[in-house]
């Protein structure tokens, strides 16, 4: 198993790129939770965001929210997770996308997930923030199988949603990509204050629980 940096992060050269301006913004597609909307499966946040949310909602960003599970399932609703492989596997029809009681939902998030791609390339997103361990939204981790289960198991790899985006060449960034966050809010600040953060790939937990 590696454990090296997820080819879905944005690369360096992407923070390469001229400061936004309010007449050029930089278009970012979120996870709607992380944008605030009630959209989880018991119509909450998933967390408190405003922090996020703080540096990122300002003129020179145009944000574009989705939530793949509201758009096939509505809001409150039971927790899909991805057995037998991950969002590209789901996608490609090797693996399925289960609610935690076990009906099959694989259908419902495959087609939320080319929505969201759809809507993302229609809308010229130049990156998403999505949220972590979702069976949708998921990047880097998410769980092999039900969340539920006693011996609750971790996988690398993108939800469906994510998979989608980033087989249509859309770099990610979860919540939990502290440099990749701070170097976005470097670019868009126009400051240079990364110092030891660190994306969720490189932290002691991941590089423990993969690197087995
Ligand atoms: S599917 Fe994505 S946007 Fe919707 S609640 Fe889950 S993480 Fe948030």
Known sequence: M???????LPSAAFFQRPRP????PLVVMMSACLGGVG???????NG?????RSWLVRPEV???????????????????DNHGGNGFDVLD??????AEDGTDWTAGMVKAAYEMRDRALREKVDLAILMDISGACGSTVTYLGSRFAA???YQQGPGVAAAALIRAGIPVISQRDDRSLRMLRDLIDGTQLLEEERDHWEKEWYQGYFGK
């Not at 590696?2 to 879905?8: D, F, Q």
């Not at 959209?39 to 946040?45: A, E, F, I, R």
């Not at 145009?62 to 899909?80: A, D, W």
Request: aromatic share 6%; charged share 25%.
């Open 62 to 80: 145009r944000i574009v929210k989705f939530c793949p599970e509201h758009f096939s399932f509505g809001t409150p609703r039971l927790t899909p």
């Open 93 to 98: 029809g090797k693996a399925r996308s289960l």
């Open 151 to 153: 011996d609750k198991v």
């Open 2 to 8: 590696t454990t090296a940096r997820p080819a879905h």
């Open 39 to 45: 959209c989880g499966v018991d119509g909450s946040t």
């Open 21 to 24: 301006t309010a007449e050029q």
């Open 48 to 52: 408190d965001h405003t922090g996020l």
